[in-house]
C-alpha cells in the first residue's frame, strides 16, 4: 500500500479548495431559498376561509387573536408538498402550541379520505383541511402552485408568501423577527 505525501504547499491549496466550494454550495443555498420567499410588502388582512374538515364537516377559519398561523396549502400527489412535512412537523413540534400553528390545506381536488391517509402514512401533527371548491385558494389571490405557504401573524395580517417548499432558515428567522415586533 503506498501513502500519498501531500507537500506543505499543496495541502494548504486542497484545505482553500474545500473551503471554497464549501462557501458557494452555501450561498447557492441560500440564495435559492430565500429567493422563494417574499415578505408582503402591504401586509392585507387574511380574510375568513371556508375550509372542510376531514370528517367532512364545513368550517370557518381565521386566526385567533395573539396567534401566529403558517397556512401551508398543499397536494397529497405533490412531491415537494411531501418533502417538506418533515419541516412543517417540526415548525409544529418546536414552535406549536398557544402562539403558533402550522395549518395544513389541501388544494381542491384532494378527497378527504386521501388527505387522512397521507396524514397517517407521514405522521403529519399539525391540523389539517381541506379546500374541496378552491374558494380558499381564489380568496388569497389565486393559489395556484403547490405548495405555497402564508405567514399570518399576531394581528391577522399576511406577512409572508412562501411559493415552493419552505426552507427552514426562511421561516425560522421570520418567526423569531416577529417575535420582537
Request: glycine content about 8%; charged content about 10%; hydrophobic content about 50%.
Amino acid at each position: 500500500m503506498r501513502l500519498i505525501v501531500l507537500g506543505k504547499h499543496r495541502l494548504r491549496r486542497w484545505a482553500l479548495d474545500i473551503v471554497l466550494m464549501v462557501l458557494v454550495v452555501a450561498g447557492v443555498y441560500v440564495w435559492t431559498q430565500w429567493r422563494g420567499a417574499s415578505d408582503v410588502a402591504t401586509p392585507a388582512t387574511l380574510p375568513v376561509l371556508t375550509l372542510q374538515k376531514l370528517d367532512g364537516q364545513w368550517v370557518q377559519y381565521h386566526p385567533g387573536a395573539n396567534q401566529v398561523t403558517l397556512i401551508n396549502f398543499w397536494s397529497t400527489d405533490c412531491p415537494p408538498c411531501i418533502a417538506e412535512i418533515p419541516a412543517l412537523n417540526w415548525l409544529q413540534q418546536w414552535f406549536g402550541g398557544i402562539g403558533f400553528t402550522v395549518l395544513g390545506v389541501a388544494v381542491a381536488g384532494n378527497t378527504p379520505q386521501a388527505i387522512a391517509a397521507a396524514r397517517s402514512r407521514f405522521a403529519m401533527d399539525y391540523p389539517l383541511y381541506a379546500d374541496k371548491n378552491g374558494a380558499a385558494a381564489q380568496i388569497l389571490g389565486g393559489v395556484t402552485l403547490t405548495p405555497t405557504s402564508l405567514l399570518i401573524n399576531h394581528k391577522g395580517q399576511i406577512v409572508g408568501r412562501y411559493v415552493g417548499a419552505i426552507s427552514l432558515p426562511v421561516v425560522v428567522w421570520r418567526l423569531l423577527w416577529m417575535s420582537h415586533e
